[in-house]
């Protein structure tokens, strides 16, 4: 089984600079009659063509699995290897990507290992991803401070940063410091992020 995320330009030296090369060079690690799995709502064709190449049992988002999330739950569906549907519902929401978590589940599901509903309900609750809307709290000058790290480096990750940023609004400040290698995409990353702190430091 392989499986891709989201398809966004990033790493251009390596991927190219257009979603139709990065969703070429991603699609490189399908394998012929493998189960390919694919969290991108509109994948560029260059991935479906290499799916039909290898006659991949192709599961989509959007299509073969998905989420619905509201302001305090999410609902999960996803279907077999047979096509058979299995949801999950009233699902707590996650400190991660819930995007990934609908993924994750999907895969976990044509493994064929034993599914049941509250112990794959309980997993995600304790799933914790280091750096990804990864949550501390610091003692600052006698006050008590949030700190949110998160790892997202290209446009996909700025944005989905923004909408769990404007989700849970504070009081007081919030406070950006961000840093990307020279050669990184930090305009675009920013355009999408900018909105939501009052005040941006750079590295």
Known sequence: MRWCLSIGVDHVDYLGDSRESVAFEKAGIFRRGKPALCGDLDPPQPLLDKVRELDCPFFLRG????????????????????????????????????????????????????????????????????????????????????????????????????RRLAARPVKGRRLAVFGLSPTGQWRRWTRRAAARPQSWRML
Request: hydrophobic share 45%; aromatic share 6%; net charge negative.
């Open 63 to 162: 299509r073969d699995f998905d989420l619905d999330s509201s302001v305090d739950h999410w609902h999960w569906r996803g279907c077999q290897l047979d096509g058979s549907p299995v949801e999950l519902r009233d699902l707590p929401l996650l400190d991660l990507p819930m995007e990934n978590a609908a993924l994750a589940l999907q895969a976990f599901l044509l493994t064929g290992l034993p599914w049941d509903a509250g112990k794959v309900r309980q997993a995600l609750l304790d799933t914790r991803i280091t750096g990804r809307l990864d949550r501390r709290e610091l003692l600052l000058q006698g006050r008590r401070v949030e700190l949110l790290l998160d790892v997202g480096h290209n446009p996909h990750a700025a944005e989905y940063l923004a």
